[in-house]
C-alpha cells in the first residue's frame, strides 16, 4: 500500500513534469500566445485539475503566463517597470490589446470639496472634468472620470481632446512621475452600470487616482472596470 509520503511525493515530481512542460512549450513564444488549458494538460498527465492549477500558478507568479478572466492563460506581456507610471493607453499596448477612448463630457466646471481636497485647491477653483469610456479591442473595459486643475494647463480645453493624457501631460512637462492609488470592490451604479453594460449593483473594480509630477497634482481620477473583462497586475519591490 503507498504511503501519503509517496502519494505526495508523486503528486508533487506531476507538478513539476507539468510545469516544466508548460515552460519549455511556452519558451520563445510571442506575448498574449494561448497556453494550454488546464483540461489539455490534465488529460495529456493524467493528475488533477489542482495539480494542473497548482503548476500553472507558478508560471503565472513567475511571470511567464498570465490569466485573462473568460479568456484562458497566455503567454505574459513584459511587466512594467518600477517607478514607470503608466496610462491606461500603455497599459493595454502592453497586453497587446488595442486601446480606445470615447469622451463622454470635456468641460470646465467648479470644483467640489472632494475633488478640489485631493487637487491641493479650493472649492469653487476651475477644473477640467473628462470622462470617458475606455475600450480595448473594442470590448468595454472601464468609464473613467479625471479631474484636471486648470491653473496648470491653460487652454487645455480649446486644442481638443488628446488620445493619451499622459502624453499631453508630458507634452506640457506635467507627466505623472508617481501616483497614490486606491482599489476596492464596489456594487456599479445605475450610470457606470448601462456605460459598462452590465445589470445595477453588479460587482466592479473601483480605481481612484491621484497622481502627482514631482509635488503637484495634476490629476485625480476614478474608473470602475469591468472585472471579467480587466486584471490589474501590481509589482511590489525591484526585481533581482
Not at 464596489?186 to 450610470?191: Q, W
Request: aromatic fraction near 4%.
Amino acid at each position: 500500500m503507498e504511503t501519503v509520503e509517496a502519494k505526495r511525493s508523486e503528486g508533487g515530481l506531476k507538478h513539476v513534469q507539468v510545469r516544466e512542460y508548460v515552460r519549455e512549450l511556452v519558451a520563445g513564444a510571442a506575448p498574449g500566445s494561448a497556453a494550454p488549458s488546464e483540461r489539455e494538460l490534465v488529460a495529456r498527465f493524467g493528475v488533477a485539475r489542482m495539480t494542473v492549477r497548482q503548476a500553472l500558478d507558478v508560471l503565472v507568479t513567475e511571470g511567464l503566463l498570465e490569466r485573462v478572466p473568460g479568456r484562458g492563460t497566455f503567454v505574459a506581456h513584459p511587466r512594467r517597470r518600477v517607478g514607470r507610471l503608466s496610462s491606461y493607453s500603455e497599459d493595454m499596448k502592453v497586453r497587446g490589446l488595442l486601446p480606445e477612448s470615447q469622451t463622454l463630457v470635456a468641460r470646465r466646471e467648479q470644483a467640489g470639496p472632494g475633488v478640489a481636497r485631493a487637487l491641493d485647491i479650493s472649492p469653487g477653483d476651475a477644473v477640467i472634468h473628462w470622462k470617458r469610456l475606455r475600450r480595448a479591442d473594442q470590448q468595454i473595459i472601464c468609464v473613467e472620470d479625471a479631474y484636471l486643475n486648470e491653473v496648470l494647463l491653460p487652454g487645455f480645453l480649446q486644442s481638443g481632446m488628446p488620445t493619451s493624457l499622459y502624453q499631453a501631460l508630458e507634452d506640457r512637462g506635467l507627466r505623472p512621475t508617481w501616483a497614490e492609488d486606491a482599489i476596492s470592490a464596489s456594487a456599479a451604479t445605475e450610470d457606470e452600470a448601462s456605460l459598462l453594460e452590465i445589470a445595477p449593483g453588479s460587482p466592479v473594480l473601483q480605481l481612484s487616482r491621484r497622481a502627482l509630477c514631482g509635488d503637484k497634482v495634476v490629476n485625480v481620477s476614478r474608473s470602475a472596470f469591468r472585472p471579467d473583462r480587466f486584471t490589474m497586475h501590481v509589482q511590489l519591490g525591484e526585481p533581482s
